[in-house]
């Protein structure tokens, strides 16, 4: 499979290499039933069970209004009430037990792109689907945003309705995707930045946040929209690539067409090879270093394996660093 594979939109057959579908995106709740969600040491709680308490943020929610006890914090008493009822009633709060979950996936053209399982649109659907089902089965919120020629966000609920929205804005964004045709010279601007500052005005505090974005995003991102959502929440990064990016395919002659622009590479050239391999290297050590500066995690996904098996060894990872 190559960029110039034939394709068909979702009014007839498709190429699920290509474009996603919805029976796909549902049925990977089925695959994320024994994945370990990114969470914190467990605690005891009433309400909700054994859940998690690793936190960040407020801390506390509400529960309910009693009569004063003696030792009670006079700063939780409830005047309203206690006027109401002629007697002192006080506020209970219990600790927050949940950890919302906001996901922000890239559906551009510049993901419609593959050589091996499938193109870096699709693992970017797929990825993002497993992390919604799996913080779904551990009882969180889930939203986010998907970003491309638009910008659309599902705000975080505890139910499968908002996950269908959520699919909805995937799967449109995903269908109307076709290979890049700028050839204006003009250095593009990066998406990444547009849905990062919308992210900051939706994304509640104490959250874990999934970036799943291209590989070459780290070139033009602004590192200072990712600082304070790295700051507040528990940030994950999850650059997408295929070994296209990474290194020329070997061939004599390699012929680019764009617009009617025409661009011819020698893909034998050592140099040639050296220097587009370098630039992929390059990207890597960005990203990781940007997770160092941010103190984040850092997973890159790649289209030469299913996004289960990836998306399993992350969390595996991730609940590895909890415990330590």
Not at 14 to 40: A, K, N, Y
Not at 217 to 235: C, E, G, T
Not at 297 to 310: E, I, K, W
């Amino acid at each position: 499979m190559n960029v110039n594979t034939p394709h068909t939109r979702r009014d007839g057959p498709q190429d699920e290499r290509l474009f996603i579908s919805l029976d796909t995106l549902l049925e990977s709740r089925h695959q994320c039933q024994r994945m370990p969600l990114f969470r914190g040491p467990l605690q005891a709680s009433r309400q909700l069970g054994r859940q998690y308490s690793r936190l960040r943020g407020r801390g506390v929610d509400f529960d309910q209004v009693r009569a004063y006890q003696p030792g009670d914090d006079i700063r939780s008493i409830d005047w309203r009430v206690t006027a109401r009822t002629g007697k002192v009633h006080t506020k209970v709060f219990n600790e927050e037990r949940e950890r919302p979950v906001f996901i922000v996936c890239e559906q551009s053209d510049r993901l419609f792109l593959g050589s091996q399982l499938c193109f870096k649109s699709v693992l970017a659907a797929q990825a993002c689907s497993l992390i919604a089902w799996t913080a779904l089965a551990h009882n969180d919120r889930v939203g986010g945003v998907v970003f491309g020629k638009t910008c659309h966000e599902v705000r975080p609920q505890r139910n499968r309705q908002s996950l269908l929205r959520l699919f909805k804005l995937l799967i449109d964004a995903n269908h109307s995707l076709a290979p890049p045709a700028d050839s204006t010279g003009e250095t593009p601007r990066e998406l990444l930045n547009q849905a990062l500052r919308h992210t900051r005005e939706v994304v509640r505090p104490g959250s874990i946040l999934y970036i799943i974005c291209d590989h070459s995003a780290v070139d033009r991102v602004n590192q200072s929209l990712l600082a304070p959502l790295a700051l507040h929440n528990d940030l994950v990064l999850l650059p997408l690539y295929d070994s296209l990016d990474a290194e020329l395919p070997s061939a004599d002659q390699l012929d680019f067409v764009q617009n009617g622009d025409r661009v011819s590479i020698n893909s034998r050239d050592a140099s040639v090879r050296g220097a587009y391999a370098a630039q992929f290297v390059a990207q890597q050590l960005a990203w990781e270093n940007l997770a160092r500066r941010l103190g984040c995690s850092l997973f890159s996904l790649h289209t030469g394996s299913n996004a289960q098996t990836q998306i399993g060894t992350m969390f595996s990872a991730q609940k590895r660093r909890v415990r330590r």
